[in-house]
């Protein structure tokens, strides 16, 4: 069973007509006519009675056509459908982002483009970098946002924005930093697989400072939680200027004076997957952005 040959049989149905139905159709009467046969056929029903040169409904094709209608409307809204989402009247775009990028650099990005494009809706997960990562591998999901450094090849990788990283404390800090100071700190660490780690790591090798070599640093979960702990006088970190702005602005944190490289933000999505056309707006709005700031890629 075919939409054209429920199309056929509901237009002669209605005009009770075949030659009739296969000119609104723009189809020959022996086309239409070979519709409803096949119809009958392979059911093994009469849907037709032939009367003089009209036909009228056999008891069957009464009841088959109110079904008939109410599948070629489902036809027609998932049509529709397929239109309205490559016009980005519809589409739903399903995410995942490291906890940085999803706290607070991403919900203005999602903020300006749920208001051009309301009718499509936008799902975030958050996970560290390497699950989001995993996530996307997996093709759970259309797009993660990482800040961690990510080298897969069933993965394509963009840069989409930049990050500040400073060094942090609760004590008051000197006007110039002695590398001796980051080996005798105690540190306040993300857990390993975030981004944040990585990066905080990154920033300290060229200062001769490992992971190994720190004094059984405080690993915890989220940017949150090691914010907390750094204002509580846990130690020291690294974290996004973004994550400690408000806290050095009040003054429950200080920054110490060493200059850190920028992070770069990333967008992963699988090279194997289509990207949907509302996936794809949202990534032509993110390098928009990324451009107008004047950032290289």
């Not at 975030?194 to 940017?223: D, F, I, K």
């Not at 110490?256 to 770069?264: C, N």
């Amino acid at each position: 069973m075919t939409p054209e040959q429920l199309r056929v049989f509901v237009t002669v149905a209605e005009m009770e007509h075949v030659t009739h139905a296969a000119h609104k159709l723009n189809m020959t009467q022996s086309t239409a006519s070979a519709a409803i046969a096949a119809l009958e056929g392979r059911h093994g029903v009469k849907l037709f009675d032939r009367i003089g040169r009209g036909i009228v409904l056999t008891e069957e094709g009464r009841a088959f056509l109110p079904e008939a209608r109410a599948v070629l409307a489902r036809i027609a809204e998932a049509e529709a459908m397929l239109a309205e989402t490559r016009g980005l009247e519809r589409g739903h775009i399903r995410m995942v982002a490291s906890q940085t990028i999803a706290g607070y650099w991403l919900p203005p990005h999602i903020a300006a483009f749920r208001k051009a494009r309301p009718g499509i809706a936008v799902t975030l997960e958050i996970g560290n970098t390497q699950e989001a990562a995993a996530k996307i591998r997996e093709g759970a999901l259309d797009l993660a946002l990482v800040e961690g450094e990510i080298d897969d090849p069933k993965l394509e990788r963009r840069r989409i924005g930049a990050d500040e990283l400073v060094l942090v404390s609760a004590s008051p800090t000197p006007a110039r930093l002695d590398p001796a100071d980051l080996c005798a700190a105690d540190w306040v660490l993300r857990e390993e697989g975030s981004g944040t780690r990585s990066s905080a790591e990154a920033a300290l090798a060229p200062h001769g400072l490992t992971v190994a070599q720190m004094r059984a640093p405080l690993v915890l979960p989220s940017n949150e939680a090691v914010l907390s702990a750094v204002e509580a006088g846990a130690g020291m970190t690294i974290l996004s200027a973004h994550v400690v702005a408000r806290s050095l602005r009040i003054g429950t944190l200080h920054r110490w004076p060493l200059a850190l490289p920028p992070r770069p933000f990333y967008v992963l999505r699988h090279r194997e997957h289509h990207v949907s056309h509302a996936a794809r707006a949202f990534l032509d709005r993110l390098a928009q952005a990324h451009s107008a700031r004047g950032q290289p890629d």
